[in-house]
């Protein structure tokens, strides 16, 4: 047990000192970029992947890709998703997959003719591949991670375990931004989205990871923090990440981030024993401290500023008209897109090239759910309902997957608002299909 919380303390230290290195030395970031899928492929041979060690080594990159990004990491915007499809693909080929998981095959067919009418109706000015790769990455991620993990066995602590080894590079990511911007009030000048708070890179994508390391660090924090030592690490670093989150002035990953707490928290306390309720009111007094506490902080660093966002305010108090930083907007143009082409859209990709010659936005869709409307058409709206439907289904013989519903959440609430730029949202939905154990049941019946 020592030996585990040594290297637990470690692994937080090292990942700082690596955030410490790619800030000095920026080409080390393109070199830390290569090293991940280089060393998880000798570790999945090795093993055979009985562990299933692609879930660890995929989990990594999801949590490294926002830091490879704004470091200058990535070898191309697709990069993480192209590995982490490799590595459950791998994890397939050495462990097979079950043949329930054909529905996402099916989703994958349903892309085909969104697919088909972008190559027949796109002139020469456009660059089909790229457009392709950039709308389709991510749905085809999700679904061949999916296909992986459906209904595949496991732990409650060796899915711990996947989420400590997305939390890690968070860990990094919230430690270079501290050395890119050490002193927030410096930068917050309005109730915009912030890049120099978000390391130079894009607020909304930072939001959206660091969102996901509050969660992971929180579920450290109240389910795995044995010792008062590892309270406190595990503390200070929810309330770091949570206040590094909440000065991006992007709004969205918190927010998604405080809904999936509250799902676990909410499932955890109607799961337990009237003596687990007792102690859970205690954890929610702890809770709500603690985000009174960053609140606070975070608004007095921010001059208030941080409030009046929150509250879709100017700089100087005055109400905003447009809630959505101009996505409903966009929403809006797809919504009727989807009424102008409603059984196969206008193509996959083709959303934003119809709005620029129409509207000359030249913006691309923020939200997934309105995009698979118009550019896939009915075949979109059938491919969703499999993305809704199937896990729901999966957790109903699946009770002790506590993770469940916040997973769900963060999938869904991110790609309303960050659509799938990341390979987060595709591979955190795949985790909500996993056949999770609470205990080995093999295990118990020896111990008997």
């Known amino acids: 047990m020592k030996t585990a919380k040594l290297s637990y303390q470690y692994l937080l230290i090292l990942h700082a000192l690596i955030a410490l290195a790619v800030f000095i030395m920026p080409f080390l970031s393109k070199i830390y970029a290569l090293l991940i899928p280089v060393i998880g492929i000798v570790i999945v041979h090795r093993n055979k992947n009985k562990n299933n060690e692609v879930l660890l080594v995929a989990a990594y990159l999801v949590g490294a890709e926002v830091l490879f990004r704004m470091t200058g990491g990535n070898f191309n915007n697709e990069y993480v998703k192209f590995t982490v499809t490799f ?56 679904a061949i991670c999916s296909i992986y993990m459906f209904k595949r066995r496991i732990l409650f602590s060796q899915l711990q375990n996947i989420f400590i080894s997305m939390g890690m590079p968070i860990i990094s990511t919230v430690v270079y931004l501290f050395l890119y911007t050490p002193n927030v009030r410096d930068v917050v000048t309005g109730t915009q989205s912030n890049f120099e708070t978000s390391g130079g890179f894009g607020p909304n994508q930072v939001s959206t990871i660091l969102g996901l390391g509050m969660f992971v660090f929180f579920t450290q924090f109240i389910l795995f923090s044995k010792s008062r ?47 687990g309720r007792i102690k859970f009111t205690y954890v929610f007094i702890l809770t709500g401290l603690m985000a009174g506490g960053i609140w606070t902080y975070s608004s007095l660093q921010t001059n208030g500023l941080i409030a009046k966002r929150y ?58 759910i309105t995009r698979m409307f118009s550019e896939h058409g009915s075949f979109g709206i059938f491919g969703l309902l499999i993305l809704f439907v199937t896990p729901f289904v999966l957790y109903i013989n699946n009770r002790q997957h506590l993770y469940f519903l916040s997973c769900f959440v963060f999938w869904l609430m991110t790609i309303n608002h960050a659509a799938m730029r990341t390979a987060a949202p595709a591979f955190v939905y795949a985790l909500c299909l996993l056949s999770v154990q609470i205990k080995n049941p093999e295990k118990t019946e020896q111990a008997q």
């Open 87 to 142: 590595f459950m693909l791998a994890g397939m080929f050495y462990s097979n997959f079950s043949l329930g998981a054909m529905i996402y095959i099916f989703f994958l067919v349903l892309l085909i003719p969104g697919i088909l009418l972008t190559v027949s109706v796109a002139d020469i000015s456009i660059d089909i591949k790229k457009v392709l790769f950039f709308n389709l990455s991510g749905p085809v991620c999700l």
């Open 229 to 275: 030592k590892l309270l406190f690490i595990n503390g200070f670093f929810l309330l770091l990440i949570s206040y590094r989150a909440i000065v991006t002035f992007s709004r969205g990953g918190v927010i998604t981030a405080v809904a999936m707490i509250i799902c676990l928290l909410a499932v955890l306390y109607f799961v337990s024993d009237k003596k």
């Open 311 to 368: 509250s879709n305010q100017d700089a100087i108090g005055r109400q905003k008209k447009d809630r959505l930083g101009g996505r409903e907007q966009i929403m809006d143009s797809e919504i009727k897109l989807f009424l102008e082409e409603p059984i196969l859209g206008v193509g996959a990709g083709m959303g934003k090239t119809r709005r620029m010659e129409f509207k000359g936005e030249d913006a691309a869709s923020h939200n997934e």
